[in-house]
């Protein structure tokens, strides 16, 4: 299962450790893991909404964490049914 996150991006949902509302990186916990975080690719022209932590470093993404998640769940379950 695949997760589109924004312009030509597809990450593997087996990567994906977590998916974060931007706003969450004003907490300073958040924004000292941010960054220490090994490799940051910002993928986004676009107004930055979400980040996603995954096996390879962190994401940024113009697509609003809910939406992400809602994709990540609804190709979940549609790859079970499978």
Known sequence: MFLHIGGSRI???KDIIGI???RLQEKQCNK???QSAPKI???SKEEIKTFL???DGVLFSPIAAGTLKKRFQTNNLTAAEK
């Open 53 to 55: 932590v995954t096996n």
């Open 32 to 34: 000292e893991f941010l």
């Open 41 to 43: 690719t910002d993928l």
């Open 11 to 13: 990450v593997a949902g």
């Open 20 to 22: 974060f509302d931007i």
